[in-house]
């Protein structure tokens, strides 16, 4: 593994954790106690990890991101679950989504790599995934499912508009 | 080592997905106030159910036994009855004293075999001597429409021999509630729902729907259980008597609890019986 990619989604985790716990954290829309919207860019850190990272990393990765957050957001486990699910189910997800040409080793599957055609349904079902789960984790009980889906969907909808706008503000390859 | 490593980095994923989710949700369960309320409260339901479950079983499984001590229970309360009394009163200067002293008590007994479609009918209870059953005691029907089931002839340790009310060599006294008249209850092997009550004085006054009752006359039963209720009466040709045939109150295809009779005076009677016939 190249040092620089190392170097590289270090700083993008580091980044990125910051930019959320101290802008995006302060985002949530309240009425009368009850959060329905909440912005989260972190998966963009799992999102954007080299392909043929092993899957045991990408995990692993996961859970000490979301433990970050988690820390942040004073709710222990919670982040931490849903980042581990959706780094585990993202290597099922590329194979679905794996171009006709293959994917290059050592590459991160990003707009600037693959296209937009690529990258946006790739995001979306994992931001979709992890918004799900993380809800589901937050609210604990299907008696509230609706509660579950609704924020879900409105969270869904304003963080895939940042984790597209990052593509097109940096454009990253790795 | 280096397989082990590739082993690990290839199979590894998923392993490590869910020891790491477990962790989570103990995190979350632990340190979150709210998720850890809806865990507890769920958990007591899912356990509350299964206790439950758990409970109902048992009960279902004790179910005979507690049928057993509940039949117990009813021999007890049916030894306070008035019927199982005997009224000692004196009068004494127009002061009424009574006194009641204990005549019957009842030891609760299931069937454990019975027949009633032959010409000598007979039914095995588990009870025998141990639980205190001697032969000639008898046997009433835990049936709250009352009827009684017949007299003990056999006895071993645990089990006892009931000669049935449809038994040819039935005779157990019995009496009209209306007015009081006597006859004795025997039995035709024709009907196991019905019974005849001979010997009945031909002047006595008869109705049908009359119910027939156990009476004084007998030791073996206390007085005024219902018996069977008076279908049709006749006269044999050259005969003083009627010829009552009831039907049974209770149906002795069905028996499955009864109670036997002790009368604790039985044997004060019987030998006073006895002096008096030998003089």
């Not at chain 1, 954007?48 to 990272?53: A, E, G, H, K, Y």
């Not at chain 2, 219902?226 to 049709?232: H, L, R």
Request: aromatic share 14%; proline share 4%.
């Amino acid at each position: 593994m190249n040092s620089s990619i190392v170097i590289r989604n270090g700083f993008r985790f580091i980044s990125l954790v910051l930019v959320q716990v101290l802008i995006f954290k302060g985002f949530d829309a309240d009425s009368n106690g009850f959060t329905y919207l909440s912005i989260f860019i972190y998966p963009i850190f799992i999102l954007l990890l080299p392909i043929r990272t092993p899957t045991v990393l990408v995990v692993l990765l996961g859970f000490i991101l979301g433990c970050v957050v988690d820390i942040f957001y004073d709710s222990p486990g919670v982040h931490a679950g849903a980042s581990v699910f959706t780094a585990f189910i993202r290597s099922t997800v590329l194979n679905f989504l794996e171009p006709r040409g293959g994917f290059e080793v050592n590459a991160s599957p990003t707009k600037g790599n693959y296209g937009i055609n690529f990258f946006f349904p790739y995001a979306a079902t994992l931001m979709f995934i992890h918004l799900l789960v993380y809800f589901s984790l937050e609210i604990f009980t299907p008696v509230f499912f609706d509660e579950i889906f609704l924020r879900t969907i409105f969270s869904f909808f304003v963080s895939m508009f940042f984790v597209i706008l990052y593509q097109y503000l940096f454009n990253p390859k790795v | 080592m280096r397989s082990l490593v590739l082993f690990i980095v290839q199979y590894g994923g998923i392993g490590l997905f869910f020891l790491l989710e477990a962790i989570c949700l103990y995190l979350v369960v632990n340190y979150n106030q709210q998720q850890r309320e809806i865990w507890i409260n769920s958990s007591n339901i899912l356990s509350g159910n299964v206790l439950n479950l758990r409970s109902d079983f048992s009960q279902y499984y004790n179910l005979s036994e507690f049928a057993d001590s509940l039949a117990a229970d009813n021999a007890r309360l049916k030894a306070k009855l008035n019927n199982a009394q005997f009224v000692q009163t004196i009068l004494q200067d127009s002061v009424k004293d009574i006194e009641k002293q204990q005549q019957y008590t009842y030891i609760a007994a299931r069937v454990v075999n019975s027949s009633i479609h032959l010409h000598n009918n007979t039914f095995t209870i588990d009870r025998g001597s141990r639980h205190g059953i001697r032969p000639h005691m008898g046997v009433l029907d835990a049936n709250p429409n009352g009827g009684i089931v017949g007299i003990v002839t056999n006895v071993s340790e645990n089990y006892s021999v009931i000669m049935a009310l449809l038994h040819r060599e039935i005779r157990v006294p019995a009496e009209i509630k209306r007015n009081h008249y006597h006859g004795f209850l025997t039995w035709q092997p024709s009907n196991p729902q019905t019974i005849d009550l001979i010997d009945v004085p031909k002047h006595a006054d008869i109705r049908r729907r009359d119910t027939i009752q156990t009476s004084t006359h007998s030791a073996l039963f206390p007085e005024g259980i219902p018996v069977a209720v008076v279908d049709s009466f006749w006269q044999e040709p050259g005969s003083n008597f009627y010829t009552i045939n009831a039907a049974l109150v209770n149906d002795l295809a069905n028996v499955k609890y009864v109670y036997v009779v002790n009368n604790l005076m039985k044997g004060e009677i019987v030998n006073l019986e006895e002096a008096a016939t030998s003089e």
